[in-house]
C-alpha cells in the first residue's frame, strides 16, 4: 500500500489543529517531519492518505491525542545547556534551605533528573522537590519509568553516573535506569502550558526551555505569564539559550544572566 504524501491543504488543517489544541505554531518548514511521524498511524489504519487520518482524528478523541504525542515529541537529553546547571550549581553553594524545581515542558524526564541529580544531598532530603509537566501524555510515562537508552549516559557527569545510573541487564541490556532514591522526591504530570496550572503552588526556579521557539509571540506572552504565576516573587525562570522573550512585556521580570530572569514582584 502506497501513502500519498501530504498535501499543502491538508498540512495547513493539521497545522490549524495542532494550534487551537496545544497553542503550537507549525512551521510550513515542518512539514516533512510531521509526515514523517505521522505515516505510521496511517499504517496502523491501513490507509493510503492523509484526508483520510484527518477525518479518523477529528472524530476520535484517543487519536487526537496520539497524533499530538506524536507531533510535540521534541529532542531531549541530560545535562542540557550545562551553563544553567552551573546557574543552580552556583545558588547551591550559598546554601538554601529548600528548593522546589518546575521542569516545565519535561518531555521524557532528562532534564528533571539531571537536576536531581545535582540537587540531591546538596538540600536535605526532604527539602528539595521537582515537578516535571509535559502535554505529551506519552513522554511523561517514559519520564515516570526514568528508562533510557544507554547511549543517552555519555552526557551525564561521572560523579552521578556512577550513583544514580544502573546499567540494564538481560532484556534491559543496551538500557540505563534511574535510580530510585530520587523519584520520592520527583513528580510528573500532564498539563497545559495555555491554562493557568495554579495546583502546582509555587517554585523557586522554572525551566521554561525549548519549548517558546514553537509559540507565535501572542502565544508565547500567555504561556510566559501563566508559568510565573507559579514562580516566587525572587525565583528564576530559565529559557533556553537559543529562545528570547524579547516580545513579552512584564515588568516584573527582570533578566540577570542570558537565558535567566528573576521575578522582583
Known amino acids: 500500500m502506497k501513502i500519498t504524501g501530504i498535501s499543502n491543504e491538508e498540512f495547513a488543517t493539521l497545522q490549524k489543529l495542532i494550534f487551537k ?6 512551521a510550513d518548514s515542518k512539514k516533512t517531519m510531521v509526515q514523517s511521524r505521522l ?71 532528562a532534564e528533571a533528573y539531571s537536576l536531581a541529580m545535582m ?8 527539602k528539595w522537590e521537582i515537578v516535571g509537566s509535559d502535554i505529551n501524555s506519552e513522554v511523561i510515562k517514559k519520564a515516570k519509568m526514568g528508562l533510557y537508552p544507554i547511549s543517552w549516559i555519555t552526557k551525564i557527569p561521572d560523579q552521578y553516573k556512577n550513583r544514580y545510573c544502573l546499567k540494564g ?25 495555555l491554562e493557568q496550572n495554579n495546583y502546582l503552588g509555587e517554585f523557586d ?7 517558546l521557539l514553537y ?21 528564576f525562570l530559565i529559557i533556553s539559550l537559543t529562545e528570547n522573550i524579547n516580545s513579552v512585556k512584564l515588568k516584573n521580570l527582570v533578566q540577570v544572566r542570558t537565558s535567566i530572569f528573576q521575578k522582583i514582584s
Open 21 to 26: 489544541e496545544v497553542g503550537i505554531t507549525l
Open 39 to 109: 505515516n505510521k498511524r496511517l499504517v496502523h489504519y491501513k490507509l493510503d492518505s492523509f484526508a483520510q487520518y484527518l477525518r479518523i482524528v477529528q472524530i476520535t478523541l484517543t487519536e487526537k491525542i496520539e497524533m499530538i504525542n506524536l507531533i510535540t515529541t521534541n529532542e531531549t537529553y541530560f545535562f542540557r545547556e550545562e551553563v544553567h546547571f552551573d546557574f543552580v550549581k552556583s545558588l547551591l553553594t550559598k546554601g538554601v534551605a529548600s528548593l522546589r524545581i518546575w521542569s516545565a515542558a519535561s518531555s521524557v524526564g
Open 119 to 126: 540537587i540531591n544531598g546538596a538540600v536535605g532530603k526532604d
Open 169 to 193: 541487564k538481560g532484556k534491559y541490556e543496551g538500557q540505563f535506569l534511574i535510580d530510585r532514591s530520587l523519584c520520592s522526591n520527583m513528580h510528573f504530570t500532564e498539563n497545559n502550558l
Open 205 to 211: 526556579i522554572v525551566f521554561l526551555r525549548n519549548v
Open 215 to 235: 509559540f507565535s509571540d501572542d502565544t508565547k506572552e500567555i504561556v510566559v505569564k501563566n508559568v510565573i504565576s507559579n514562580l516566587k516573587v525572587g525565583g
